[in-house]
């Protein structure tokens, strides 16, 4: 079973970055699509950076021209760059993969909180 484990998740202050990492035990990593996803308080699971086995990539309209996902092939790892944080970017950010045949794992989470 693929384990994905999400790391990089803490306190920050509005107008701040912060990057979140994910790394991906076994399978062909290269062939997987991953995602990041959040979970606001009191709302449901949504998808926030979605890159496929290339590099296309697509994002939630509210992140658009602030977060940036990417993927480093050798090194089984995923990224979100996140910039100019928002109180409202506040959420457990999920580490997502799904390969070919639709089957999809996932983290267990790290919690991002934007508070001055």
């Known amino acids: 079973q693929v384990q994905l484990v999400e790391s990089g998740g803490g306190l920050v202050q509005p107008g701040n970055s912060l990057r979140l990492s994910c790394i991906v035990s076994e399978g062909i990593f290269n062939l997987y699509a991953m995602a990041w996803y959040r979970q606001r308080p009191g709302n449901q699971r949504e998808l926030v950076a979605h890159i496929n086995y290339g590099i296309r990539t697509t994002y939630r309209h509210s992140v658009k021209g602030r977060f940036s996902i990417s993927r480093d092939n050798a090194n089984n790892t995923i990224y979100l760059q996140m910039n100019s944080v928002k109180p409202e970017d506040t959420a457990v950010y999920y580490c997502?993969?799904?390969?070919?045949?639709?089957?999809?794992?996932w983290g267990r989470g790290t919690q991002v909180t934007v508070s001055s």
């Open positions: 997502n993969a799904e390969d070919p045949w639709k089957t999809q794992d």
